[in-house]
């Protein structure tokens, strides 16, 4: 069974073989990591989300454990929501870490959970895939989602482009959307190497047409880097590489070690509109 639907006709796409197909044939092919194009054929050609370069640098700062407190509030929060026979979605899932972290520790848990998993990037979704989880990727914007409408019991969005509508239409009655903000003084000290007058993230106020707010977790720690490559691809992650000029960015070029503080928090919604 599959909750994908077809980005031509929009048709439910059933799994046969190697392949997804609707009603009407139109057909696509997994890739030999197991994951599916859905991006609009229009679309599919162009170059979309973070590239190799940067996913691995991601990859490999995630994998190193310094986001692991996040990590762990994405695992309490998600099983604390989470029953037998549930379908789970994680919109703009990247290359993957955060998927595969719940998937693991529904399976720990012994709760049986359908997973999925989209992102713009097709090399996220490789990445993704490659790791053998046992979760459903797609390569697909969250802002047209190839999803059945009322399909998905929880919607998990961290740090991926914000689009209420879709989240919304995909997500059941009463369906559980989980997000992941960085909140006012996250990466402050990093900032503060990079600009001559930093600021702090503003956080906006919690209230999002279609769903209603239960409740946040603030998820606060300070970091260590010892390495300037971690330090240079955590500065890869952040909104603030694409911002800055090479004057900003050589200023990291010879910083070898970094303490500053990751800030987030972590909402809870339940849907309440129907579209």
Known sequence: ?????????????????????CPHRHTFDMAKSGYVNLLPTNNSGSIHGDNKLMLRARREFLEKG???????????TTVKYAENGYVFLDAGCGEGYYTTAVKANFDKSEIAVDMYGID???????????????????????????VMAESCDI???M?????????????????????AIPSKNHLWELKCQIYDTPYKNEVKPYDLDRFEFIGSEKVTFD??????????????MTPYYYKTGK???QRLSCLNYLETQADFELLTYKKTAKD
């Open 155 to 157: 919607l998990l969005t």
């Open 120 to 146: 713009i990037s097709k090399d996220a979704v490789d990445m993704a895939a490659k790791r053998k989880s046992g979760v459903s990727f797609a390569a697909a914007s969250v802002f047209h989602i190839p």
């Open 223 to 236: 970091m260590k880097i010892p390495e300037n490559s971690d330090i240079l691809s955590l500065f890869s």
């Open 66 to 76: 310094y986001y692991k407190p996040l990590l762990d509030a994405v695992c309490r």
């Open 1 to 21: 069974m599959s909750i994908f639907i077809c980005p031509v006709c929009g048709e439910k796409l059933d799994i046969s073989g190697k392949s997804y197909i």
């Open 247 to 249: 004057t900003e960015q």
């Open 159 to 179: 740090f991926a482009p914000y689009c209420g509508k879709e989240y919304s239409r995909v997500l059941k009655k009463d369906g559980i959307m989980i997000m």
